[in-house]
Nanobody, 115 residues
Framework: QVQLVESGGGLVQAGGSLRVSCVASENIFSFNAMGWYRQAPGKQRELVAS???????NYVDSVKGRFTISRDNAKNTVVLQMNNLKPEDTAVYYC?????????WGQGTQVTVSS
């Protein structure tokens, strides 16, 4: 089974930037969608951004214009560049790979934005 490993989380002040990366143990080309979700304490996990195999991107409204998702099938990586971070972006960020009945998750990486 494909393993997803995230890295790059950390602590940043509001207005700062972070880049979280996800490396897959196998080729990700076959996955229809690669994305990032996040879960803040006491809240449900939500989709932050996704990118389809065909290049279509989708963002939750709260991050549009600030976050950018990129997908490199040759390197089996998915990266979320986060700019102008806000305290409400604080959460554990999870990498996700989805295709048909297969839905895989990484272990998560903590992103904390201080005010």
């Amino acid at each position: 089974q494909v393993q997803l490993v995230e890295s790059g989380g950390g602590l940043v002040q509001a207005g700062g930037s972070l880049r979280v990366s996800c490396v897959a143990s196998e080729n990700i080309f076959s996955f229809n969608a690669m994305g990032w979700y996040r879960q803040a304490p006491g809240k449900q996990r939500e989709l932050v951004a996704s990118k389809s195999r065909g290049g279509y991107t989708n963002y939750v409204d709260s991050v549009k214009g600030r976050f950018t998702i990129s997908r490199d099938n040759a390197k089996n990586t998915v990266v979320l560049q986060m700019n102008n971070l806000k305290p409400e972006d604080t959460a554990v960020y999870y990498c996700n790979a989805n295709s048909g009945g297969v839905n895989l998750w990484g272990q998560g990486t903590q992103v904390t934005v201080s005010s």
